[in-house]
């Protein structure tokens, strides 16, 4: 072999090695620009407003009426709370800023409850504002977990059984 050839092979090799090295420098970024997705994600839902609010949206009967929801002070807050931080969530996902399997494992029963729970109110909401907009990445979250949910829980299996022998 020459020098010109080994010159060539050396230079390839080295290429090789920084597309490598680089590919795996953006695996490695990728994974943990979703953790600290995943940490912002359980941030904004994890304050004592989110928590007051779920236990109360959780105990509305599915079925509700807007005006069932619009009589009860309490009640409207803790919908609007739980509406607009899943609004967010659900378009931080679409954005693919978080991971569905992330929000789904996190939240995935919240959302698929909250949403049962407020369907009426929300389509109420939509007809009085005469847009489809409101509450629409809200929709979208829960409606996404029905088709591409990823958890290996759900609203019957729970993660102490799903991961029990974790």
């Known amino acids: 072999m020459d020098v010109a050839t080994i010159a060539n092979v050396a230079t ?23 953790e600290r997705a995943a940490f912002a994600a359980l941030d904004a839902i994890l304050t004592p407003e989110w928590m007051k609010s779920i236990v109360i949206v959780h105990a509305i009967p599915e079925g509700t009426s807007a005006a069932e929801i619009e009589a009860d002070p309490r009640v409207l807050e803790a919908t609007h709370v739980i509406g ?7 378009y931080a ?20 409850v909250a949403w049962r729970n407020l369907r009426q109110y929300v ?22 977990f029905g088709r591409h949910g990823t958890s290996r829980t759900n609203l019957e ?10």
């Open 12 to 34: 390839a090799l080295t290429v090789l090695t920084g597309v490598g090295f680089g590919l795996v420098e953006a695996r490695q970024a990728r994974k943990d620009r979703e």
């Open 157 to 166: 299996i729970g993660a102490y059984v799903a991961d029990r022998d974790w």
């Open 84 to 90: 607009i931080t899943l609004e967010g969530l659900g």
């Open 93 to 112: 996902v679409f954005a693919r800023i978080v991971p569905l399997k992330t929000v789904d494992d996190l939240v995935g029963g919240t959302v698929r």
């Open 123 to 144: 389509e109420f909401e939509r007809n009085r504002a005469g847009s489809q907009k409101s509450w629409e990445w809200f929709q979208w979250l829960a409606e996404q």
